[in-house]
């Protein structure tokens, strides 16, 4: 695997959006990219090293952070899980 020097590594995080709309959670993220939405989960995407500082701000906006994954595949595939009943 190569390093991404210019472009820089990507950490998605998910988290439990309450039943808000994507309008709501976008409103409440504030410019931060919104990768995936659904009833449940969203997932945001940052830098991995503003990792820590998108999850302090999560917490503070009111939402609880579940995990963070450098790729949406691996995220989705936890939703898939947790919604048979399996992962959390």
């Known amino acids: ?9 990507k950490r998605y995080i998910l988290f439990f959006n309450e039943g808000k709309s ?3 959670v976008i409103k ?5 990219y919104l990768a995936y939405h659904s009833k449940i ?3 945001v995407r940052c830098k ?6 998108m999850i ?3 917490n503070k ?6 995990k963070t994954a450098g790729t949406i595949k691996k995220l ?13």
């Open 28 to 32: 409440a993220i504030k410019g931060a």
């Open 22 to 24: 994507k309008g709501e």
């Open 76 to 88: 989705k595939k936890y939703i898939n899980n947790f919604s048979q009943g399996g992962a959390m």
């Open 41 to 43: 989960f969203s997932i």
């Open 1 to 9: 695997m190569v390093v991404r020097d210019k472009v820089g590594r």
């Open 61 to 66: 906006a009111g939402f609880k952070t579940v």
């Open 48 to 53: 991995h090293t503003e990792k820590d500082k």
């Open 56 to 58: 302090e701000f999560l």
